[in-house]
């Protein structure tokens, strides 16, 4: 499969050797079967792939840059993904036909109210085990994401969100074309705790909040009148309380989002999340400079290459770093499989630090620039390197 992603859209090429004919009778069967799925209409064949293109609509990953995500979003995210593949396999389509790219994932109001794409042959299997369009790729990419809260709240949600990205990695490692069951038994006890229902997005109309707060305040004002009649107007308290009504009606005020592309309805934000995400930033941000701190001298590791922290490299133990997915080969394994079996290397040379590609797929990034294949680039304190893709990235630290 080939995704081009276009100003005014996608354009996608999926290679396939099924006829004609029975690649249409695949999207019927999709389109007449199963709900909240795109579909191609607009199929064109060339030779041994068909291509078809999706003009430009609100993707997971837009939703999550404007509005974030949190756990209980993560969680839902899963459970959608979960009644998908039921879905399909009730009604004899492959679940990884679908595409797990979140630029090409549509989204409406809520992570669970999601439109994923169907094209017949976008898995790639071999050997019998699936290794390309992984759904646990997706979900280590949202999980880059996600906001936790207090620092309470994000020990306890860190561990379950790590749990569950390695279940699912190890499930979809073992996958095979015959039995691709989501492991709905292994999850669920964190889908349990952490799921969330699509009424807890929308309890109440997008003007609730406001209506609510409004009429509070008109309450608290009746009742101070009432246990204070007769008594000389207080100019202060009425104007504490004015201030009071302004704020709660700019904050709460139901302002419709621009720039959205979802087929549903409208959807709104309010001036108190964009609030709440600066304080949430800014928490994050002094919590996360400590943690980081101790992180610099911890071992370079796998499962954390994707959190962004810091890593001193232990020079009396290492001259040279291998990093890819290939567990015999590699010093530092990753699971992705936007990450090549023989990645990069880290080597020291002359009492200097450099990177080089290996020739991976996706390539490799130094301070947000690709480097030049087979071609060392040296390392300062504090560069910062991805693997495949920009999300991904640790900060190169030397003792």
């Known amino acids: 499969m080939k ?14 050797d099924l ?21 191609p209409s607009d199929v064109v064949r060339e030779g041994d792939r068909y291509t078809f293109y999706i003009s430009h609509r609100q993707s997971l990953k837009e939703f999550i840059s404007e509005n974030g995500i949190g756990v209980r979003d993560f969680f839902a995210l899963l459970q ?4 998908l593949f039921e879905d399909a396999l009730e009604h004899g389509l492959k679940p990884h036909e679908f595409i ?48 936790y809260g207090t620092a309470e709240q994000e020990e306890k949600a860190e561990a379950a969100v790590t749990e569950v990205l390695r279940l699912l990695s190890e499930w979809e490692t073992e996958l095979s074309a015959e039995d691709c069951a989501f492991p709905t038994e292994r999850l669920a006890p964190f889908l349990e705790q952490w799921g969330s229902l699509r009424d ?5 109309s997008s003007w609730g909040p406001l209506i609510g707060a409004e009429c509070f305040g008109l309450l608290l004002m009746a009742i101070w009148m009432l246990r204070n009649r007769g008594e000389e107007f207080n100019g202060v308290l009425t104007a504490a309380w004015l201030l009071m009504m302004v704020c709660a009606g700019y904050l709460l005020f139901p302002e419709k989002k621009r720039k959205t592309h979802n087929r549903r309805g409208k959807t709104y934000k309010y001036h108190i999340g964009d609030i709440r995400k600066i304080l949430g930033a800014a928490e994050g941000f002094l919590r996360n400079a400590a943690h980081r701190k101790e992180a610099c001298g911890m071992e370079l590791n796998g499962d954390m290459l994707l959190k962004g922290i810091k890593y001193t490299i232990n020079e009396e133990a290492y001259d040279e770093v291998r990093i890819g997915r290939d567990d015999a080969w590699a010093d530092v394994p990753v699971g992705l499989t936007f990450v090549s079996r023989k990645h990069a290397t ?52 030397l003792p």
């Not at 006829?19 to 579909?39: G, Q, S, T, W, Y």
């Not at 959608?80 to 009644?83: A, Q």
């Not at 669970?112 to 990419?141: M, Q, R, T």
């Open 3 to 16: 995704l081009d992603k276009e100003r005014t859209g996608w354009g996608l090429s999926v290679r396939t």
């Open 19 to 39: 006829p004609e004919a029975l690649l249409k009778e695949k999207m019927n069967l999709a389109a007449e079967c199963m709900r909240d799925i795109f579909v």
């Open 80 to 83: 959608r993904i979960g009644k």
């Open 100 to 147: 797990f790219d979140y630029e090409c994932i549509f989204v409406g109001d809520s992570p669970e109210d999601l439109e994923f794409i169907y094209a017949p042959d976008a898995d790639a299997y071999k050997d019998g085990i699936v290794v390309y369009n992984k759904c646990s790729d997706l979900a280590a990419l949202v999980s880059l994401h996600i906001e």
């Open 200 to 204: 807890r997005y929308q309890p109440v």
């Open 346 to 397: 880290l080597y020291k040379q002359d009492d200097k630090w450099y990177i080089k590609d290996l020739k991976s797929t996706n390539g490799t990034y130094v301070d947000g620039a690709k480097i030049i294949p087979e071609q060392p680039l040296s390392l300062k304190n504090g560069s910062e390197i991805s693997l495949g893709i920009p999300e991904t990235k640790f900060i190169f630290c």
